[in-house]
């Protein structure tokens, strides 16, 4: 009845603990990891780097737009507040003409249309260029065809504007090929709203390319890897208009573009309308990138994982191992008590029957008495384990090591047991090396080790009832062997039969009284004498206990495991 209660005790807080660590630890572990995997996947599966990324392509695309377009208003700008009246001398029209261009020396046209006639003017340095010539004369054509319709229309629509400016690109021709030129009309700051007058400036279409193209996206490449190091990135400036990539040719590159097309491209919309702005990574794609992003949280995720079932085992297997202790003090308790009660109960019993003077014959006596002092005897050997064993556990056990006959102290240890020893039916076999040094050795302590390898002996054997004690002399230690014929220990317990508490899981051994505090003790005391014990044993067969001592002295007292 007892035992049940027990085992439902410890099945039910086994259980209890499996459901407090599954619970509050393995189902949230679980959930997280779970959650990290599906939302990891999902990342994956929607390619939300790639998005982001492309995002932030998009935005610095823009950027890189609007600050182009910023520079070509302040330039125009410049270039506007110089102008020339169109009411002075047309010589002199020209010759301030002349001055801005010389003045901007970005500009490859300049020109001025009034009512009464245009002045267009050209820098110096491409005069004899007959493209230069060709685009003169089609400005000049220009004046005549739609200045005098839709002049003043379109003086009044740049008015009304918040800057009378309008800027738009076009593709012309160089001797090299193909060029793109941008041209700038404004309406004249000093002039009335009233005048139909325009002037105008045309972008140098080299200059757009090696300056101002390539210095907007040179600035953004460098601003974007001192923000954020990590992948450099790569622009491009190139013409929109191209059917096949292969045939593009880029008109401004960033360094480190490589090969390839742009990873997220913009046509440009307002003043460089028929140009478009293509950025990338440099030497590699996002697409690679984030792979390599996924293969890097699976990773890290993966190990994180791993540490956490690490650590869950390893808190399981410290949680079994204390609640195993646990279990292990509560059949103490129940064990010592058992103990303790037997031997009183005995001593009672033939007490009373003595005292009631019911026994005559001189033997019978003489038997009781020997049972009462026996069973007192057991009861003062459990007591001093139990003493002994909790002084251990305070850390208050002191050694005191004299130098000692060790082999008389075994001789005398075993001689007022060799009565018991006999009465039980053992054959008891004593081989001592008389001849051996003197050993610093506590005295008590040595003769309670081998009370209770000898007990131990007496107690776990059934069948065949041999007892052998030797002791003798081993490459400079000495050895105390105590030998049994009895039921043995299996090899799984062979290692832990030394620690606290602990009883093979043997029926024989459990239907045997024992507080599983005896072979502790022993161990403690052994290293106490700088010294080890070993087992060696056979299920069945029987076991033996050795005690190695060194002779030279050693007194460290390690507590008791
Ligand atoms: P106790 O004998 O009080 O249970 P011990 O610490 O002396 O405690 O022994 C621990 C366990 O080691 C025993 O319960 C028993 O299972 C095993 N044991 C000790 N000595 C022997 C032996 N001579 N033969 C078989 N088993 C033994």
């Not at 005391?525 to 005690?547: C, N």
Request: net charge positive; with cysteine.
């Amino acid at each position: 009845m007892k035992l049940k209660r027990r085992g439902f005790l410890g099945g039910f807080n086994r259980f209890r603990l499996m459901l407090t660590l599954g619970l509050a630890v393995v189902l949230p572990a679980a959930a997280l990891i779970y959650l990290n995997f599906s939302q990891l996947r999902a990342f994956e599966r929607d390619k939300v780097l790639e998005a982001a990324i492309h995002r932030d392509f998009q935005e610095m695309l823009a950027i890189t737009e609007k600050k182009m377009n910023l520079k070509a208003y302040a330039m125009t700008e410049e270039a506007r507040n110089l102008f020339p009246s169109p009411d002075i001398e047309p010589a002199e029209r020209e010759k301030k003409l002349d001055a801005v261009l010389a003045k901007s020396p970005w500009l490859d046209h300049a020109f001025l249309f009034a009512e009464k006639g245009a002045v267009v003017r050209s820098q110096p340095r491409l005069v004899g260029d007959k493209y230069i010539l060709e685009e003169q004369e089609r400005m000049v054509k220009g004046y005549h065809d739609w200045f005098g319709k839709e002049g003043k229309m379109m003086v009044e629509a740049m008015h009304k504007k918040p800057r009378p400016i309008s800027i738009y690109t076009e593709q012309t021709k160089r001797a090299d090929g193909k060029a793109y030129m941008t041209t700038a009309y404004f309406v004249l700051p000093q002039l009335s709203s009233d005048r139909v007058v325009m002037g105008g400036v045309c972008f140098d279409p080299a200059y757009l390319k090696e300056t101002l193209f390539s210095g907007v996206i040179q600035e953004m490449v460098k601003q974007k890897s001192t923000d954020q190091g990590g992948n450099q990135i790569a622009m491009m400036v190139y013409p929109v208009n191209m059917e096949m990539w292969d045939e593009v040719k880029p008109l401004a590159v960033s360094g480190g573009w490589g090969e390839g097309k742009p990873e997220v491209f913009r046509k440009l919309d307002d003043v460089f309308r028929g140009l478009a702005l293509g950025i990338k990574y440099q030497g590699t794609s996002v697409e690679a990138l984030g792979r390599t992003w996924m293969h890097r949280s699976f990773l890290i995720l993966g190990c994180l994982s791993l540490l956490i079932i690490v650590g869950l085992v390893l808190t399981k297997h410290i949680v079994s191992k204390e609640m195993a202790l646990a279990r292990l003090k509560s059949d103490f308790v129940s064990n010592v008590s058992h103990e303790l009660r037997t031997p009183l109960a005995l001593i009672r019993l033939y007490a009373e029957t003595l005292e009631l003077g019911r026994i005559t014959t001189q033997e019978k006596k003489q038997q009781y008495y020997r049972i009462i002092r026996k069973e007192s005897e057991r009861l003062t050997a459990l007591i001093n384990n139990i003493l002994d064993f909790s002084r251990i556990e305070a850390g208050g056990k002191e050694y005191e090591f004299r130098n000692t006959d060790i082999a008389e102290l075994v001789r005398n240890t075993l001689e007022s047991y060799r009565y018991q020893i006999e009465q039980q039916g053992f054959a008891f076999e004593e081989s001592i090396d008389s001849n051996l040094p003197a050993v610093p050795v506590d005295r008590e302590a040595i003769a309670r080790a081998l009370v209770n390898l000898v007990n131990n002996a007496l107690k776990y054997s059934s069948d065949e009832k041999f007892l052998g004690v030797k002791l003798y002399r081993d490459n400079g230690v000495v050895k105390l062997e105590v030998a049994d014929h009895g039921i043995g220990i299996a090899r799984r317990d062979q290692s832990k039969i030394f620690e606290k508490f602990y009883r093979a899981g043997d029926p024989l051994v459990h239907n045997t009284k024992g507080s599983g505090l005896g072979l502790s003790l022993v161990r403690h005391i052994t290293q106490a004498h700088g010294g080890e014990i070993a087992v060696e044993s056979t299920p069945g067969r029987g076991s033996k206990f050795i005690l190695s001592l060194p002779l030279a002295s050693a007194t460290q007292q390690p507590a008791v495991s």
